[in-house]
T-cell receptor
C-alpha cells in the first residue's frame, strides 16, 4: 500500500525555470491538497481539489498551477521559479477527515 | 478565515514527565475537526490525535490526550510519560467544513534524557 507518493524528493531549480511536482495516491481519496512549508513554519495551503476536474486556490496560490484529470494524480506546476518558492512541498489526500501526507519535496531555487 | 495559533515555538520536557502544548483557533463554524500532527526530522507528517467539535468528551490516544475547550476555542495536547521518540515538531490543525486543513506554526518539543 503506497499511500501518497511524491516525486522528486529533492530538486534545485534556477530562477525562471519551470517544473512539475508529481503527486499520486492509491487510496481512491476524493480530496487532495498541496502545501508548502517554509523553514520553522507550519504548512500553508497552496491549492486543493475535491475531486477529478475540480480545483481551487488555497492561502498562497500565486506562482503555482494545478490540474486534477484523474482521482489519483494531482500535479503542482511552477511556471517561473523564484527564490521565494524555495520550500518543502507536501501533497496530501483525504477521504473524510484524516489526511495522509507524502514524504515531501525539498525545492531550492537559486 | 480560519486561523490556528501556537504560541509556544519551543518546549522541553524531562523524559517520563508530562508536557502540554497549547493551541488556539478562530472560526465562525460550529462543526469542525481539530488535529495534532507530529513531524519528526524525517519530515513525515504523522497524525497524533483528532477531536470532533461536536463531541464534548476529550479525545485520548494512549499517552496523548487533549483538552478541548470549544467556547474558548482552545485545543491543547498533553503528552504523558514523555519518551525520547516524542521529540519532534508538533502542529495543531483545523479542518473546515469544506475539508480544508489549516495548520499552526508548530511547537518544537525537546525531550531531555
Amino acid at each position: 500500500n503506497a499511500g501518497v507518493t511524491q516525486t522528486p524528493k529533492f530538486r534545485i531549480l534556477k530562477i525562471g525555470q519551470s517544473m512539475t511536482l508529481q503527486c499520486t495516491q492509491d487510496m481512491n481519496h476524493n480530496y487532495m491538497y498541496w502545501y508548502r512549508q517554509d523553514p520553522g513554519m507550519g504548512l500553508k495551503l497552496i491549492y486543493y481539489s475535491v475531486g477529478a476536474g475540480i480545483t481551487d486556490k488555497g492561502e498562497v496560490p500565486n506562482g503555482y498551477n494545478v490540474s486534477r484529470s484523474t482521482t489519483e494524480d494531482f500535479p503542482l506546476r511552477l511556471e517561473l521559479a523564484a527564490p521565494s518558492q524555495t520550500s518543502v512541498y507536501f501533497c496530501a489526500s483525504s477521504l473524510n477527515t484524516e489526511a495522509f501526507f507524502g514524504q515531501g519535496t525539498r525545492l531550492t531555487v537559486v | 478565515a480560519q486561523t490556528v495559533t501556537q504560541s509556544q515555538p519551543e518546549m522541553s520536557v524531562q523524559e517520563a514527565e508530562t508536557v502540554t502544548l497549547s493551541c488556539t483557533y478562530d472560526t465562525s463554524e460550529s462543526d469542525y475537526y481539530l488535529f495534532w500532527y507530529k513531524q519528526p526530522p524525517s519530515r513525515q507528517m504523522i497524525l497524533v490525535i483528532r477531536q470532533e467539535a461536536y463531541k464534548q468528551q476529550n479525545a485520548t490516544e494512549n499517552r496523548f490526550s487533549v483538552n478541548f475547550q470549544k467556547a474558548a476555542k482552545s485545543f491543547s495536547l498533553k503528552i504523558s510519560d514523555s519518551q525520547l521518540g516524542d521529540a519532534a515538531m508538533y502542529f495543531c490543525a483545523y479542518l473546515t467544513g469544506a475539508n480544508n486543513l489549516f495548520f499552526g506554526t508548530g511547537t518544537r518539543l525537546t525531550v531531555i534524557p
